[in-house]
């Protein structure tokens, strides 16, 4: 408690200091910005008023070069001249003076006398009504220069006049003598006051009426007045000063502006119509610099603070971790010493020669020494004699190294008794670096070693049998086949499974069962040779590794020697029932076994076994109670097969497949009656292959379902093609055994063929082998039937080549018959292929079946088949399978040149 209050009050008086030099930080550079800001404004007041001085002085010359014009007319007036030649006089003035837009005369009744521009003679020629008339007449003073209000001139430009009277021969009012100022003359002037953007000057008469302005893009507010209640003009008026500076809204700019402003009271010149200057400039650009001074000032003044605060919180950090540590270090050396005291794990602290110095409590209760016996003695009394000299080397050279060690030690109890311990080793050092002792900590581990060991007998040992299980016979194996390949000896892998022993758990009780694993396991290994393995696989499988032989045949006895094992009658308990069941004195077991050879099967341990397993299967199917050897070659076969399906399914995928057509034909008639789709296989490496070439390998096999699919599908979108060449011709393809018998081969059907709707159903015929109806040939005539009802018809191909062609004639709804090739292709030299040609094409009569020949080779062939009845055909003699974009020339060419009706 008391350490937090110092810590508080000291962080408050920090704090406190640094609020006190922030506020005077803040105070002198307030002082230091206000006397810019003071020095800002006066020099932009004296730049404005030295503005409004320049333009009055400018103001001053031109009205004196003005008055003395005004005075030389008025002296080429009393001395009488012609008006032609005061005409003349003023227009040669008016061209010397480009102040002056015009000059004129009037008489005492306003009436032109003369002007320097007699083209606007008739326009001027009374301007009695004019302020500049009447106020000189009004109050008529010799050399008083009297300067009107603004007024719009005929060109529409605002304009002054400066006039003066002129006097008759006795002194009275005889006329005024005037010059109108051309306000663009002193645009100029105006401008160049301008010393910054958005400042306006302009020039305004004694009433407020501004005459002149710049900028030009502030023209409009010519005309004008900044007059007003309590405008800065009328304070200016009430002040009766000279010149006066404002800040504040302005009027004619609507915005907020510091202006000067200037009274101009010239010699001669009428103190009732004065002339006034106003400069201005927009505050914000007044002040501009000292914003920005504001902005730079005060973000370095504030980044210094933050950088100040900053500082002074790491500092108070620094202090709070400080005080927490000095907490900590008193702590932890309270914490350290009830450790120490009553920690569960032992620990011994040495000096550098290994004597022990200081122990804990359960020091004692592990290792039997009291404290004030184990004080002083040397380390080494809790040897055991475990280990070696070279484990204690190692031990010192990882701490002398690394500063630790961490392991398991057998160490010897006080009573003489071994235990295991895990212990870590650290040495302690000082600050430079220097061991000045080492600290052990160790906890007894004999109950998890043993607890341990007793896991890795449950990881790999039967439960049942205490046999090596599937893991270690894994690895067991694997040692046993490198041992073979380094000594270039051979082993035997033999998988054995008990045939009945399923009926015995049902019949006889699983105790029963259980019995009879443990005699065969105990009967097995009585007929093993020393270096044998015997292991169980699990269930009632057991698997044999036999090593020492030379020869395959050798092993042959060994297997038998197995098989009589099991076959040993096994006593069982008497007197137990089952159910209904008595339980038998004795069993009779018999063993299925398959066989696999290392090296003859140089495969890894896992396949080696899997091997055997496969072989032992084959017992399994050969009758049991018998045993088989693993054939290489046969299942070299199956994994060739299965890499030919993938390879299949890839090419499918990809697109390798083409439908090439053979022509059929009336051979009477000489028409083509339609094409037989025939698929071939453009391999990428083995080029154009025929059907015989792959279509074996894939049958009977789920992908021969999607491939029939292809076929049809490209054969629609073929007969789609030749339709709008021209060519209408029907075409057959031939359907697999397997797609005909799948459920929903017609359904399967109806989409391929809604999705060619310019496809009429009937163009399209299905060939099926007769020996794909073997099976169940109620359901493939069923399937037949929901496809022709699609509008599909049916042939069967190779037509007496089956087992029972007239069952097959009678309930398979078939439009048309096949005669197989081999029948056609002999019938000329041999009477028994002829014999069935003429039965198949009567029987096709006699059911009202049409019938095609295929195998037609010659013109022979197709002679002996016109005779006998057999007007359809499809062979070589006619063409040989061609690419769809080949058959509609070869059409016409036919037609041209068909051999049977020349």
């Given amino acids: 408690m008391k350490t937090v209050t110092r810590t508080f009050t000291y962080i408050q008086q920090q704090w406190l200091v640094f609020v006190l030099v922030t ?29 409004t001085l320049v333009v009055e002085s400018s103001l001053e010359r031109n009205l004196k070069s003005i ?18 030649e005061l005409n003349n006089h003023l227009s040669f003035v008016d061209e010397a003076m480009p102040m002056v837009q015009l000059l004129l005369a009037v008489d005492a009744n306003g009436r032109l006398r003369a002007t320097s521009q007699t083209d606007l003679y008739s326009s001027l020629i009374n301007i009695s009504e004019q302020d500049y008339f009447r106020s000189v007449k009004e109050r008529p003073s010799a050399d008083i220069l009297f300067i009107s209000p603004p007024f719009k001139t005929t060109t529409g430009a605002y304009s002054v006049a400066v006039s003066r009277m002129l006097s008759g021969s006795n002194g009275k009012f005889a006329g005024v003598v005037a010059a109108l100022m051309d306000p663009t003359y002193f645009h100029s002037l105006l401008n160049s006051v301008l010393y910054a953007p958005n400042m306006v000057a302009e020039v305004h008469h004694g009433n407020g009426t501004v005459f002149l302005l710049a900028p030009l893009e502030k023209s409009a507010l010519i005309g004008q007045t900044i007059a007003g209640p309590n405008s800065y ?18 009027p004619l700019t609507s915005d907020v502006r510091m202006l000067a402003l200037r009274e101009a009271r010239f010699t001669n010149l009428h103190p009732n119509y004065p002339l006034g200057v106003m400069v ?12 920005r001074d504001v902005g730079a000032v005060g973000g370095a003044t504030l980044g210094v603070l933050l950088m100040m605060a900053f500082a002074l919180m790491s500092h108070q950090a620094n202090y709070r971790h400080f005080l927490a540590n000095e907490e900590l270090s008193k702590s932890r050396l309270q914490r350290a010493a009830s450790v120490f005291s009553n920690a569960s794990e032992g620990i011994l602290i040495t000096d550098l020669t290994g004597c022990l110095i200081d122990v804990n409590d359960a020091f004692t209760v592990i290792t039997g020494y009291s404290r004030d016996e184990a004080l002083g003695k040397k380390n080494c009394v809790l040897k055991s004699g475990h280990h070696d000299s070279a484990f204690y080397a190692a031990m010192w050279r990882d701490i002398t190294t690394h500063g630790h060690w961490s392991g398991e030690v057998w160490n010897q109890h006080k009573n003489g008794q071994v235990y295991a311990h895990a212990m870590n080793i650290n040495a302690v050092l000082d600050e430079a670096g220097v061991t000045q002792h080492y600290v052990a900590l160790f906890s007894d581990i004999s109950a998890s070693k043993l607890h341990q060991s007793e896991l890795e007998y449950i990881a790999h040992y039967d439960a049942l049998t205490g046999l090596p299980n599937r893991l270690l016979l894994r690895q067991e194996l694997r040692l046993a086949i490198d041992n073979c390949r380094q000594n270039q000896q051979m082993l035997a892998v033999l998988y054995l499974d008990l045939d009945n022993l399923k009926t015995i758990n049902d019949t006889y009780g699983y105790e029963n069962g259980d019995a009879v694993l443990l005699a065969v396991s105990a009967n097995l290994k009585s007929v093993l040779r020393e270096g044998d393995i015997l292991a169980r696989a699990g269930g009632d499988e057991f698997v044999a590794v036999l090593m020492g032989q030379t020869q395959t045949d050798d092993y042959f006895s060994s297997i038998q020697g197995l098989l009589a094992a099991v ?11 089952v159910g209904a069941v008595q339980t038998p004195s004795a069993l009779h077991m018999s063993a299925s076994i398959g066989v696999s050879f290392f090296p003859q099967d140089d495969v890894d341990a896992d396949t080696l076994a899997r091997h055997a397993y496969q072989a032992m299967s084959m017992a399994k199917q050969a009758g049991k109670n018998c045993y088989r050897l693993f054939d290489v070659a046969i299942d070299a076969s199956i994994q060739n097969k299965q890499v030919a399906l993938q390879q299949f399914s890839a090419a499918l995928t990809a697109n390798e497949f083409v439908l090439y057509y053979q022509p059929k034909v009336n051979m009477r008639t000489g028409k083509v009656i339609g094409a037989e789709a025939l698929i071939r296989w453009m391999h990428p490496e083995k080029g154009l292959l ?13 992908v021969s379902i999607a491939l029939g699919e292809w076929v049809i599908d490209t054969a629609l979108t073929q007969i789609t093609a030749w339709h709008s060449q021209g060519l209408v011709l029907p075409v057959s393809v031939n359907i697999a055994g397997l797609q005909l018998e799948q459920a929903d081969f017609p359904e399967r059907l109806g989409v391929l063929l809604a999705a060619h709707p310019e496809v009429t159903p009937y163009s399209l015929r299905l060939e099926i082998l007769e020996t794909s109806a073997l099976d169940d ?44 090739q081999s029948f056609v292709r002999n019938m000329t030299e041999q009477a028994g292929d002829l014999a069935i040609v003429q039965g198949v094409i ?35 003699g006619i063409a040989r399978p061609m690419p769809a974009e080949a058959m509609q020339t070869w059409v016409k060419s036919w037609q041209e040149k068909a051999i049977w009706t020349a």
């Avoid at 002040?239 to 302005?250: F, K, L, R």
């Avoid at 201005?280 to 914003?291: E, G, K, M, Q, T």
């Avoid at 076959?567 to 029932?577: H, W, Y």
């Fill in 233 to 250: 003009f009328s304070q200016a008026a009430k002040s009766a000063q000279i010149e006066n500076v404002y800040s504040g809204p302005m």
């Fill in 690 to 702: 025929p059907p015989a070439a792959f279509l074996p390998e894939i049958e009977g096999q789920p």
């Fill in 777 to 820: 040939i109620t359901k493939v005539s069923a399937t037949m039937r929901a496809c022709q009802a699609l509008g599909v018809t049916f042939a069967l191909d190779d037509f007496g080549t089956g087992y029972s062609s007239l069952t097959y004639l009678k309930h398979l709804p078939a439009e048309m018959l096949k005669i197989d």
């Fill in 567 to 577: 076959a040993l009658p096994i006593k069982l308990a008497t007197g137990m029932a």
């Fill in 67 to 84: 008055s003395q014009a005004l005075r030389n007319v008025e002296s080429q007036i009393s001395k009488g001249v012609s008006e032609k």
């Fill in 23 to 51: 506020l005077v930080v803040i105070g002198a550079l307030s002082g230091i910005l206000y006397d810019r800001r003071l020095t800002i404004t006066l020099i932009e007041q004296q730049r404005l008023l030295s503005a």
């Fill in 280 to 291: 201005s400039r927009p505050l914000n650009d007044v002040y501009a610099p000292w914003w």
């Fill in 842 to 876: 009567s029987l096709a009569n006699v059911f009202q079946r049409d019938v095609i020949a295929e195998g037609v080779e010659t013109k022979s062939h197709g002679d002996l088949l016109l005779s006998i009845g057999c007007d359809l055909a499809q062979g070589y």
